[in-house]
């Protein structure tokens, strides 16, 4: 504002945009550097014990899904298949399920496969 030249005014104007964008840069780059330094000091005695919990609730659910997986042998019905798909809540039941019907499915249409070559041999 202290100069009336217009084109003084264009370079100063620029200058500013200039200085404010290798601000963001330094600013993004400083951001970045934090995300990824390694963590230090009691922030490590945490991660250890969330570890350690994490480590137990996947045992658990290997366990769960093992269970699981033994049950969805025992049944024979697509549609009992069906009804624990919609009732499963965690993607790992929901996908031991899928499978399930898919075998099941897989078997029928073999099953069926052998009187279907007969039918046509006739």
Known sequence: EATLDLAERRRIR????????QELERDEEAL?????????????QDNKENWLRSQQLEEEQQKALACLSRELESITDVEELTKLLRAASEYEERKLIRAAIRKLRAEEIEGEAPSLCLGQGR
């Open 14 to 21: 620029s200058a500013i945009r200039e200085l404010q964008r």
């Open 32 to 44: 970045a550097s934090k995300r990824f330094r390694p963590e230090r000091g009691s922030h490590r």
